[in-house]
C-alpha cells in the first residue's frame, strides 16, 4: 500500500506564506510526476503545480511567481512552498502522485487527504 501524508497547512494573513509538505510512504518502487492541486468552495479541482523526475517543473498561471514546487528524491518527498498569498488561494490543497509500486506493475495516481489553506484578507 501506498500513503501520502500532507502537512503543513493552515490560517495565515494576505501577503504571507506556508510551505506544504507531501510524504510517500510504503510499497514505493519508482515515483514519477509529483503535483499539487487544490479545490475552494463550490469549485472544481485545479491543478496548483508539478513536478517530473527530471526534474520539470510547472505552474498555474494564477501562482507563478508566488509558488514554488520541489521534490526530495531521497524523502519520497514533495514540497510546495507558498508565498504572496492572497485570499483567493484559499482552498483544500491535495498532494497527487504517480508511483510505481514494483517493477512490473503499471504506475497510477495516488492523493493524499488535503490540507487546509486559509488566506485572511
Known amino acids: 500500500q501506498v500513503q501520502l501524508v500532507e502537512s503543513g497547512g493552515g490560517l495565515v494573513q494576505a501577503g504571507g506564506s506556508l510551505r506544504l509538505s507531501c510524504a510517500a510512504s510504503g510499497s514505493i518502487f519508482r515515483i514519477n510526476a509529483m503535483g499539487w492541486y487544490r479545490q475552494a468552495p463550490g469549485k472544481q479541482r485545479e491543478l496548483v503545480a508539478g513536478i517530473t523526475s527530471d526534474p520539470t517543473t510547472n505552474y498555474a498561471d494564477s501562482v507563478k511567481g508566488r509558488f514554488t514546487i520541489s521534490r526530495d528524491n531521497a524523502k519520497n518527498t514533495v514540497y510546495l512552498q507558498m508565498n504572496s498569498l492572497k485570499p483567493e488561494d484559499t482552498a483544500v490543497y491535495y498532494c497527487?502522485?504517480?508511483?510505481?509500486?514494483?517493477?512490473?506493475?503499471?504506475?497510477?495516481?495516488?492523493w493524499g487527504q488535503g490540507t487546509q489553506v486559509t488566506v485572511s484578507s
Open positions: 497527487n502522485a504517480n508511483i510505481q509500486t514494483r517493477s512490473w506493475t503499471t504506475p497510477r495516481g495516488y
